[in-house]
Nanobody, 114 residues
Framework: QVQLVESGGDLVQAGGSLRLSCAASGSSSIINSMAWFRQPPGKQRESVAI??????HYADSAKGRFTISRDNAKNEVYLQMNSLTPEDTAVYYC?????????WGQGTQVTVSS
């Protein structure tokens, strides 16, 4: 029903910034909340940020450094990441909530070097 494609992942030095994008297609008009997750190498997937129509929420590790935003006209969600550290290295996934079901993108690699 919903297809999500992430982009913007890259290799960046510590202290740098990246802006991830996620484009939604298919039944994108019925998406409510959207979120970003990440999975570091060899670790479990964890939530990073979520945005609904009026509310945003961030993981403690992202608070103050990351900003999630949404462009409804373009059916896209973004994650601005500043002051990156090697601990931010992970595959980043966007997700979309349609009713009670979360849909997932394919992921984009973010690598932060020391």
């Amino acid at each position: 029903q919903v297809q999500l494609v992430e982009s913007g992942g890259d290799l960046v030095q510590a202290g740098g910034s990246l802006r991830l994008s996620c484009a939604a297609s298919g039944s994108s008009s019925i998406i409510n909340s959207m979120a970003w997750f990440r999975q570091p190498p060899g670790k479990q997937r964890e939530s990073v940020a979520i945005i609904s129509s009026a509310t945003t929420h961030y993981a403690d590790s992202a608070k103050g450094r990351f900003t999630i935003s949404r462009d409804n006209a373009k059916n896209e969600v973004y994650l601005q990441m500043n002051s990156l550290t090697p601990e931010d290295t992970a595959v980043y996934y966007c997700s979309a909530l349609v009713g009670p079901r979360w849909y997932w993108g394919q992921g984009t690699q973010v690598t932060v070097s020391s």
